[in-house]
């Protein structure tokens, strides 16, 4: 119930065109979910985050859907360029004035090609 | 810009050796926690830490784990008698009240042989 489940695992898409990464849980006790980007021997960094009173959350050309009803949320990457080229995380936490883990998805390899 | 640092970036280390990994987490923040990436897997949650003691661990985190705040700035991870599937990549974290918002360390790269 604690798991975050993130699909596709690796995903090449042509500069420009929309990658789409999706993750769904379970657990109804989490109500933060974050973004993360990380490239290769880097700590991830925070991209974007959603909590579950909103439907959407866009920040420059980062958009999270969320669809809370079937517990799924998913990113869109706008007018990919090559240096988005990265892996990238989905995770999701619930609410302790700060203080709660992060579950982490699997991750997605994310390659954008010229 | 604030961010965490870490210490060493790699370290290499005998198999039953200990180890202890050093990070200074942002200078306003009060939540600190450490994690760990397998190569090639996903981040895996250690421990959490709040108030001078831990708030959460993992099943990860067993009784070769103990983490230490030993001053105003440093977090540290130790690892008492290391495994040779301790190897990993180990990620120090801090947020802040406020926004919830986990900030990652750029990671300290263990070896253990």
């Known amino acids: 119930q604690q798991q975050v489940k993130q699909s596709p695992q690796s995903l090449i898409v042509q500069k420009g065109g929309i990658p789409i990464i999706n993750c769904a849980y379970e657990n109804t006790a989490f109500d933060y979910f974050p973004w993360y980007q990380q490239f290769p021997g880097k700590g991830p960094a925070l991209l974007i985050a959603?909590?579950?009173?909103?439907s959407e959350k866009k920040e420059g050309r980062f958009t999270i859907s969320f669809n809370k009803s079937a517990k799924q949320f998913s990113l869109h990457i706008m007018d990919s360029q090559p240096g988005d080229s990265a892996t990238y995380f989905c995770a999701a936490s619930g609410s302790n004035f700060g203080n709660e883990k992060l579950t982490f998805g699997t991750g997605t390899r994310l390659t954008i090609i010229p | 810009e604030p961010e965490v640092t870490q210490t060493p970036s790699h370290q290499v280390t005998q198999m039953g050796q200990e180890v202890i990994l050093r990070c200074v987490p942002i200078s306003n923040h009060l939540y600190f926690y450490w994690y760990r990436q397998i190569l090639g897997q996903k981040v895996e949650f250690l421990v959490s830490?709040?108030?001078?003691?831990?708030?959460?661990k993992s099943e990860i985190f067993d009784d070769q784990f103990s983490v230490e705040r030993p001053d105003g700035s440093n977090f540290t991870l130790k690892i008492r008698s290391t495994k040779l599937e301790d190897s990993a990549m180990y990620f120090c974290?801090?947020?802040?009240?406020?926004?919830?918002?986990?900030?990652f360390g750029p990671g300290t790269r263990l070896l253990v042989l």
């Open positions: 974290a801090s947020s802040d009240r406020i926004t919830e918002t986990q900030y």
């Open positions: 959603i909590r579950p009173d909103v």
């Open positions: 830490f709040y108030n001078n003691e831990i708030s959460e």
